[in-house]
């Protein structure tokens, strides 16, 4: 049973264009969502978050949106850089973040960014 | 910056034995986490712990526990190993209840049971 879904496992975008990441959940519940940034022999970096009573949260070159109607997220990072190749989890939690539930992930796309 | 760190990187076991894994938590962190991640998918919440107790639990058994100390510095102990628990273990610290905390990550230990 699978609450956090992101169904492309791998994604490779041209430097400088937009990169986009998708991610769909099942459980109403959540209302809180993060996009961490995973590097080889690394653990997972906090990238970007959203609460659900927002749509729209923007850092830098990330934006994350959030479509509660259809429980889907994205990550938009405009422009991509090769640094930005990693694998990128999308995370969800109840209770605004802070519960003692954890953060529920999905299983991660793997960004190539292309020179 | 990250203040998480784990030991140890690597470890192997055996099959039947018991591993202890150790996290110490970013400072003014009181709240830290385990995660397993198996190959090829997304971190799985293990458990929580707050003030030296746990507070919340994911789908693990009773063979998975932890500790935290009053340093807010945290233990991991995983009884009667199996095959299946070859995973990549990712401590991670946060504040309780700062509205929207984000969690910090450390770099996991990855066993391998053989």
């Known amino acids: 049973d699978q609450q956090v879904k992101q169904n492309s496992p791998s994604l490779s975008v041209q430097e400088g264009r937009i990169s986009i990441l998708n991610c769909d959940y099942t459980?109403?519940?959540?209302?809180?969502f993060l996009w961490y940034k995973k590097y080889p022999a690394e653990g997972p970096t906090f990238l970007i978050s959203i609460s659900s009573i927002k749509d729209k949260n923007e850092d830098g070159r990330f934006t994350v949106f959030l479509n509660k109607s259809a429980k889907h997220l994205s990550l938009h990072i405009v422009p991509s850089q090769p640094g930005d190749s990693a694998v990128y989890f999308c995370a969800a939690s109840g209770d605004s973040g802070g519960g003692a539930d954890g953060l529920t992930f999905g299983k991660g796309t793997h960004l190539i960014i292309q020179p | 910056e990250t203040g998480v760190t784990q030991s140890p990187t690597h470890l192997i076991k055996t099959r039947g034995q018991q591993v202890t894994l150790r996290c110490s938590s970013q400072?003014?962190?009181?709240?830290v986490s385990w995660y397993q991640q198996a190959l090829g998918q997304g971190p799985q919440f293990i458990f929580q712990?707050?003030?030296?107790?746990?507070?919340g639990r994911g789908n693990f058994p009773p063979r998975f526990s932890g500790l935290q100390f009053p340093n807010y510095s945290s233990e991991l102990n995983v009884n009667a190993l199996e095959l299946d628990d070859s995973a990549l273990y990712l401590c991670a610290s946060s504040f309780w209840r700062s509205g929207g905390t984000e969690a910090f990550f450390g770099q996991g230990t990855r066993l391998t049971v053989v």
């Open positions: 712990y707050y003030r030296e107790e746990e507070n």
């Open positions: 400072s003014g962190h009181n709240t």
């Open positions: 459980n109403s519940m959540f209302d809180y």
